[in-house]
């Protein structure tokens, strides 16, 4: 699968940041089509209470870069991205690729 990571640096507001994610853009972000996957995380200190260099994370999947490139530039993929500047104070850094499944042994 090919994937976008969105990564979002720590906002001016975790709150505000968490509510406007959760109440506003999901919302609007799920008028794309064509996505395969969807996932989010929330960073956490670590365990030494090192705080995160990001905030969340959203992951975007679909079968092909061509594929995922049509979802960003439909309109609602562009409303999306528009959408940034009214609640990622803190930045975010997109990173494109072909994600692969290492086994575990």
Wanted: charged share 25%; with cysteine.
């Amino acid at each position: 699968m090919y994937k976008v990571t969105v990564l979002y640096g720590p906002p001016d507001s975790a709150e505000e940041f968490d509510r406007y994610y959760d109440r506003t853009h999901i919302p609007l972000a799920q008028r794309m089509t064509g996505l395969k996957r969807w996932t989010v995380c929330r960073f956490e200190a670590a365990p030494d209470g090192t705080p995160p260099q990001y905030h969340y994370q959203a992951e975007l999947y679909t079968d092909s870069r061509a594929d995922l490139e049509l979802v960003l530039n439909s309109q609602a993929g562009l409303e999306a991205n528009k959408d940034l500047e009214n609640f990622a104070t803190g930045g975010a850094v997109f990173l494109f690729g072909e994600e692969r499944e290492v086994p575990v042994r």
